[in-house]
């Protein structure tokens, strides 16, 4: 069964150093999505991205974050100076179209630990 | 703006009996309203969703879920619990709106199944 794929499953990096969150999403799907989930609190929605574009994003994602599209399979999140506050998991998601009622498929995660 | 509000952080049943897993929502638009379920090292998984139609919805592993809009509700439920029905379980919220559909998230409930 297709699967949304993340690595690594957990990093940890010193504040203010970059990160580069990986994933690849199922591979017929065209809209893709990061979500976070700081320890504790609620899953948030970051990002949705189609057509090499950003189409919607939250408040969270400042300009220390970007997404991209490097090639037909991986979709990254990078942040440029990791701060401690964003220790979090990462979840990566796709769907195969867009609409309220279309699944997402989530990805197993990348715990994120700034020290 | 939408919200989702999951009572109990932590819900402890024996093996056998019934599960209630409550949601309550808040949205000035028809809602999509979703069940996801994590499995420990996993990604979220979808349970089962209503959008429009028949109010009580049948998802996988036995669980449904009631839309109750004069009680802006979607309470998950399952008349035998089993120990594999133990993971954190996630109530999400979307609009019909169109465009690319963010998920707002509850805080999530972790299910405990005793033998």
């Known amino acids: 069964e297709p699967e949304v794929t993340q690595t690594p499953s957990h990093q940890v990096t010193q504040m203010g150093q970059e990160v580069i969150l990986r994933c690849v999403p199922i591979s017929n799907h065209l809209y893709f999505y990061w979500y976070r989930q700081i320890l504790g609190q609620k899953v948030e929605f970051l990002v949705s991205f189609y057509n090499n574009e950003i189409s919607e994003k939250s408040e969270i994602f400042d300009d220390q974050f970007s997404v991209e599209r490097p090639d037909g399979s991986n979709f990254t999140l990078k942040i440029r100076s990791t701060k401690l506050e964003d220790s979090a998991m990462y979840f990566c998601a796709s769907s195969e179209a867009r609409g309220g009622g279309n699944e997402q498929f989530f990805g197993p995660g990348t715990r994120l630990t700034v020290l | ?115």
């Open chain 2, 1 to 115: 703006a939408q919200s989702v509000t999951q009572l109990g952080s932590h819900v402890s049943v024996s093996e056998g009996a019934l599960v209630l897993l409550r949601c309550n929502y808040s949205s000035s638009v028809p809602p999509y309203l979703f069940w996801y379920v994590q499995y420990p090292n996993q990604g979220l998984q979808l349970l089962l969703k209503y959008t429009t139609g028949a109010t009580l919805v049948k998802g996988i592993n036995g669980f449904e879920a009631e839309f109750k809009k004069s009680e802006t509700s979607f309470h998950l439920t399952k008349p035998s619990a089993h120990m594999s029905d133990a993971a954190e379980y996630f109530c999400a919220v979307t609009t019909v709106n169109t465009g690319f559909q963010k998920l707002v998230f509850g805080t999530g409930t972790r299910l405990l199944v005793s033998p």
